[in-house]
């Protein structure tokens, strides 16, 4: 269309013209990944905010400030327990937090326990028909309400039922909303 | 001078095509963000993105017998029902599998159904890698809708750009009505039938529907 | 274009055909829009009614004085029952089939009802296509409120749009009143309304 039409108009120099247009076709270059980014800017933050995607390796033993507490690996469990599917095991996780932010409905939104193997492949929480919690430890939705305040340690857990041959390497993980993309992954304990 | 006119003429004409071109062939924005679905056929194992699963079995019924609340029931359809047994199984983590749907030979889509309520076997199947789990998917469908018939399972229901697996029923044998060669006048789903073979010799045609 | 008087004239003459033809399309538009409304037409009864994506038979209404279909009604209420036999006309399971029918000239004490399967109680379960289920519409009524022996019920019908004007997917839209269909109202005693058709 241009190359048509921009000769009916009279130009005084038809080298400035020359040259800004050059520099529109420049500054399309850098302002349309711009808008790009702009727009998608919430969509990505929002995705990031929803999924565990950067891990922070945990030695056993040690304690993070994580969400507003400090986590520990209490202890990895698992066993033939309760009724299982064929070719399955019961595993229980749980952890020590110390609250610092006693906002756990704020701080702990989507929180999610999970073990990982070597491969990534991820388990939640399930619910075994015999097994339950040890006495004093609660999962994650409930201790969001125990109302813990600040100082408090309490014990998070939750069971998980994976496939034997997952056993010998996973690693329990925490995932929780105020801190996502990045979650824990915690060495297991020594045998 | 008339070169010029007709050059923009040919501009304009060239742009109305395109863009009349554009939009007849622009696909539905249905079309765009529908489930990408992943062909697979009867016991064979269904890649889908978050999810692997195998349709082990379909069986027909008239009645379904179900336990509600403690309570027995009795249910009956305008035309057969259609439980499929599915071997399922997460890929990368922990995922739910919820929605069924039964796409007909024309393409029609039965839903799954919504009058059994509650229970264990029933969607959203909770599954786990590595760990397989039997789910059902139980329809309700015309008997002229088996035939040629695709089983549609998806993680849920409304999964834009997620895989869908896509199991052709070539295994259901039907008869030469069309209708499967093997319904069961009853089917409880508190204890499946354990042998698979022809157990109804009753009449064809619409089901004879009695009240509970 | 305009430095003769002949073009000049010319020109006054397109434009003013132009401004006539406006003015006469808009006045035929008005004149067809001062006409009476026609009141939607009586449906027959016992007939079946293609209204959407629905394909109704209504069956019998009554109005009940117990617990209807699984329907629990407050104490001091009645029921109004409409049973209708609905097929889905639609290539896929739905359930949008609340406003089909609303009893006219009646004080209701909930304008939405509860909606039935009469086979087994289960309430407002998905219809499939081609499928026809009876359907039981139960409105909660005053206790005192006066039923007539023959009542009308307007059907609302809704058109198809295969690409809507905002994304472009097929769905239902613009409801409208396709008519009425009257039926006599039976009064059900109390222990006889759980028996069904």
Partial sequence: MTAVSTDAEPSADPQAEKKWRRRGLLALAVLLPLTLAETSFDSVREWLRGEDLIARDIAFGQSVPFGGGSWKLADLRGGKAGRLPEGAFAVIATFTVTIRDPDLQKQWLGCKLMLIDAAGHRWLPDIIAGVGLPDGVMNCASAIFSGAKPGDTITVGDTFIIPQDAVKTIRPAVGLGSERPWYLRFQRPPK | MKIRVLGNLAILAATVALSYGMQVTKPHYADLTAPLPVDGAMGKRVHARSFDVRLEKVVFARQLKTNQFGQEKLLTTSGLWAVATTSLTATDASTTVADGTWQGPTDLRYNQTERLGYRQDMPPHGVDPGLGKLGLFVFEVPPDQIRGAKLLIAARRFGPLDAQARISLDGVRTGPDGQPADILPQYDLDAPPRDQGPQDQGPQGPAQETRP | ?197
Avoid: C
């Avoid at chain 3, 406006?22 to 037409?41: D, I, K, N, R, W």
């Avoid at chain 3, 407050?74 to 739905?94: C, F, H, I, W, Y």
């Fill in chain 3, 1 to 197: 274009m305009f430095n003769t008087a002949r073009s000049k004239i010319q020109t006054w003459i397109t434009a003013g055909a132009g401004t006539i033809a406006a003015l006469f399309v808009a006045g035929v538009m008005g004149a067809f829009g001062a006409l009476p409304a026609h009141a939607p037409p009586q449906l027959p009864p016992g007939a079946a009614i293609d209204a959407g994506r629905w394909r109704v038979q209504p069956v019998r209404a009554y109005v009940s004085h117990a617990k209807v279909y699984g329907v629990l009604l407050k104490p001091g209420q009645k029921a109004l029952v409409l049973e209708a036999d609905m097929t889905n006309r639609t290539a896929q399971s739905d359930k949008a089939y609340f406003d089909v029918f609303e009893p006219e000239g009646l004080t209701l004490a909930d304008r939405q009802p509860m909606i039935a399967l009469t086979r087994d109680s289960t309430l407002t379960p998905e219809l499939h296509p081609g499928m026809t289920e009876r359907m039981a519409y139960v409105w909660a009524l005053a206790g005192d409120a006066a039923v007539p022996s023959s009542l009308g019920f307007g059907v609302t019908s809704e058109i198809f749009k295969p690409r809507d004007n905002l994304y472009g997917m097929p769905g239902w839209f613009n409801p409208y009143r396709l008519g009425t269909v009257t039926l006599p109202v039976a009064d059900m005693p109390a222990t006889d309304t759980e028996g069904g058709s």
